[in-house]
């Protein structure tokens, strides 16, 4: 009875284990996307609104980095046929993350389309997704943000109106 729960339980961890190195490989092949950015690669957060840097605070800068690690890749012909005409406008021209050991990454948001999965929600910042240029991390194309909480939200509080 011993040897039989020793035997199961040896067995569990080395799945455990196999798991976890399947699931570094995939990531390392690109079949399951890698996070963009490590929290703790960042040294400070910066959007630039009408010419002046605006740093966010640290919860602001958690936020983001989650919300970043949670982009996807778009077409651009999916660029163009989910825009929407009533988007509102993005006031930021850029975002800058500032790193500690590597260069710093500058993000253009290239405006706003409609989400390609129909939330049902009354906040009518729900209803669209920010799309960025990103070519540190996604040379061909665009990214989209995917994540329920809207950047916009998030963004639009940084800077003083």
Do not use: C
């Not at 010419?51 to 778009?74: E, H, M, R, S």
């Not at 988007?87 to 993000?107: A, H, L």
């Not at 129909?118 to 994540?147: C, N, R």
């Amino acid at each position: 009875m011993k040897n039989r729960t020793t035997l199961i339980m040896t067995a569990a961890v080395l799945v455990g284990f196999a798991v976890i190195i399947l699931i570094n490989v995939a990531a390392l092949f690109g079949i399951v996307p890698a996070k963009y950015i490590s929290p703790n690669d960042v040294r400070g957060i910066a959007v630039e609104h009408q010419q002046k840097l605006y740093t966010l605070n640290f919860n602001q800068q958690n936020a983001v980095v989650t919300a970043f690690n949670n982009l996807f890749p778009i077409t651009e012909g999916e660029l163009k046929t989910r825009k929407i005409d009533k988007s509102p406008t993005t006031q930021v021209q850029k975002i800058i993350i500032y790193r500690f050991d590597e260069p710093d990454i500058e993000i253009t948001p290239v405006g706003f389309i409609a989400k390609s999965h129909s939330l049902m929600s009354t906040d009518p910042a729900d209803a669209f997704s920010y799309v960025f240029s990103i070519p540190a991390w996604h040379k061909q194309g665009f990214l989209e943000e995917a994540a329920t909480d809207s950047l916009y939200k998030i963004l639009s509080t940084t800077y003083d109106p």
